[in-house]
């Protein structure tokens, strides 16, 4: 695909985004089993569902634009999910991999919200229309409720105790 106008840039960057949210419903998915915390298992599992609707929403902009969906390999959302590869190789304990994987998924959570909000200045500029953003707009908002949930697990209590099991 050659790049050579906003139009091209916004279709190159939603190709991106596409692939960041089909690659993550099966790393939520692994996330979710994966991780012994039940909160943070179940936060991952709740946010699969609505990745796979990322996705569907993602395809709604393409149709839009009267694009097919194509994915744009995403160097950003590899380099986290070649990172989580190696630290399960050598993380034994449990909790450590449970703060990881928390970790993890607010760092997904920024990738994604920066990339949406890339988007949505793009799609301004060229003066896309509601079939174009609201999908879009869905997205983010989506995904700024999953990073504050995350949040939140990581304050709360329970997350508290795993904390203090792995401090002495």
């Keep these: 695909m050659e790049v050579n106008s906003l139009h091209d840039l916004f279709v190159y960057e939603l190709q991106g985004m596409y692939d960041i949210e089909n690659k993550l419903v099966g790393a939520l998915d692994e996330l979710a089993?994966?991780?012994s915390n039940q909160d943070i298992s179940r936060a991952?599992?709740?946010?699969?569902?609505?990745?796979?609707?990322?996705?569907?929403?993602?395809?709604?902009?393409?149709?839009?634009?009267?694009?097919?969906?194509?994915?744009q390999d995403n160097d950003v959302v590899n380099?986290?999910?070649?990172?989580?590869?190696?630290?399960?190789s050598i993380a034994t304990n449990e909790d450590v991999r449970d703060m990881?994987?928390?970790?993890?998924?607010m760092k997904?959570?920024?990738?994604?919200i920066t990339g949406y909000e890339?988007?949505?200045?793009?799609?301004d500029q060229l003066d896309f229309g509601t079939d174009v953003t609201?999908?879009?707009?869905?997205?983010?908002?989506d995904?700024?409720?999953?990073?504050?949930?995350?949040?939140?697990?990581?304050g709360g209590s329970k997350l508290k105790s795993l904390v203090s099991r792995l401090t002495g």
């Design 100 to 105: 990881f994987a928390l970790n993890a998924g």
């Design 79 to 88: 380099g986290l999910l070649s990172e989580h590869d190696q630290f399960q």
């Design 118 to 123: 890339g988007l949505l200045m793009l799609a």
């Design 44 to 71: 991952f599992a709740e946010h699969r569902e609505e990745t796979e609707e990322h996705v569907t929403r993602l395809e709604e902009s393409f149709r839009a634009l009267d694009e097919t969906p194509e994915r």
């Design 143 to 154: 995904e700024k409720q999953a990073l504050s949930d995350l949040q939140e697990l990581a």
């Design 108 to 112: 997904s959570e920024r990738l994604e």
């Design 33 to 35: 089993t994966e991780t």
């Design 134 to 141: 609201d999908p879009i707009e869905s997205n983010v908002s």
